[in-house]
């Protein structure tokens, strides 16, 4: 019997070895659920990811299928003029919140005026001034007038800007050719081309960040042949052609662009381009002309005007989920950026961010 329990004794656990065991036991439990958490949270991760690429992808198809869109709506147009009230201009249920699979799009214009509603469509691009036709008079009035710059800077600017657009090498009082542009750092040559985009406005000599950004909104680089559209252009467009006509008649251009855009905004549309076509609809709707008036419409209808468009400008946000769900201030998730020319069938600029 004695042995029986000594055989017993040698056979069972100590405590020691008991509570080792059970040491060990509870170490495996608390690796097991630490390595449990951290694959959890880079499974959770990698879906996030995941979702983040999906959410990403339908955003971009949205908004490419909205820049499509709104291509194939520019190039149908075949109007023999364009305003802000046809169909291209705001349209919002072709370009306001339109689902394409698992996102949507919309295409945003710009404010025409200062207070204007939000629109949903795209912008007539000749409602700007055509950087690569306007001439020495009216890039010094831009210059002046939007840029806010001197009288003696904004003749350099003008300057500069026709040197770097016009084919020589000759240097005109206060501008620069190639010459300059290569003493500098990083060093570029002149294009001796017409602009290829706004953005070049940075490249010319004596441009400044700020002027820039004035001029950002009432500009546009467009095949020189491209005139202003007056049934899209703004008032301070407007006021620019009149001061470049006649410098003296300042109070005379602004007056005439405020009955313009008033003409405008009241619903009215010029159809015609010829002087006593458009004279006729001003005085018909209230908005008689003075004597200086008709002088600077006249100037500025045979030099700078066309009542209708060949291009036009589309800035189209992409965002993932539903399209009923869009709240306001939600920024897109991608956005596609275009100038397409109706005329030549072709793109002039695309953007996509």
């Not at 080792?20 to 990698?46: D, N």
């Not at 993932?320 to 072709?346: M, N």
């Amino acid at each position: 019997m004695e042995r029986e329990k000594q055989r017993l004794v040698r056979v069972l656990p100590s405590q020691r070895e008991t509570g080792s065991v059970l040491i060990l036991t509870l170490w495996a439990l608390l690796f097991l659920g630490m390595l449990v958490v951290a694959v959890s949270s880079h499974v959770a991760g990698v879906i996030r990811v995941a979702e983040g690429i999906a959410d990403r992808t339908h955003a971009v198809l949205a908004a490419r299928s909205g820049a499509a869109a709104a291509v194939q709506m520019a190039a149908s147009f075949t109007n023999n003029y364009a305003a802000l009230d046809d169909i291209w201009a705001d349209n919002p249920s072709v370009f306001e919140n339109i689902q394409v699979g698992g996102g949507y799009f919309r295409v945003v214009g710009s404010p025409h005026a200062e207070g204007d509603q939000l629109r949903f469509g795209l912008d007539d691009e000749q409602g700007k001034i055509n950087l690569n036709r306007a001439d020495e008079r009216l890039l010094r009035t831009v210059f002046m007038l939007i840029g806010g710059v001197s009288g003696d800077r904004a003749d350099e600017l003008a300057a500069a800007l026709l040197d770097w657009r016009d084919p020589d090498d000759e240097v005109r009082p206060g501008g620069a050719e190639t010459p300059y542009y290569q003493s500098l750092t990083p060093s570029y040559e002149a294009r001796n081309a017409p602009l290829e985009t706004v953005e070049e406005l940075m490249l010319i000599k004596g441009m400044t960040p700020e002027v820039y950004r004035r001029l950002l909104p009432y500009v546009a680089v467009l095949p020189p042949d491209r005139r202003i559209n007056i049934n899209t252009a703004s008032a301070r467009v407007l006021e620019c052609l009149g001061r470049a006509i006649n410098p003296e008649k300042a109070t005379a251009a602004r007056a005439l662009a405020e009955k313009i855009s008033a003409y405008m905004r009241a619903g009215g549309r010029f159809e015609s381009p010829g002087l006593g076509a458009m004279a006729n609809a001003l005085n018909n709707a209230g908005y008689n002309l003075a004597t200086d008036e008709s002088a600077l419409l006249a100037g500025i209808v045979g030099r700078y005007l066309v009542v209708d468009t060949q291009t036009f400008r589309g800035r189209v946000g992409g965002y993932s989920g539903r399209a009923d769900e869009h709240h306001d201030g939600l920024s897109p998730e991608y956005v596609v950026e275009f100038v397409f020319d109706c005329k030549g069938l072709k793109m002039l600029y695309w953007r996509e961010f």
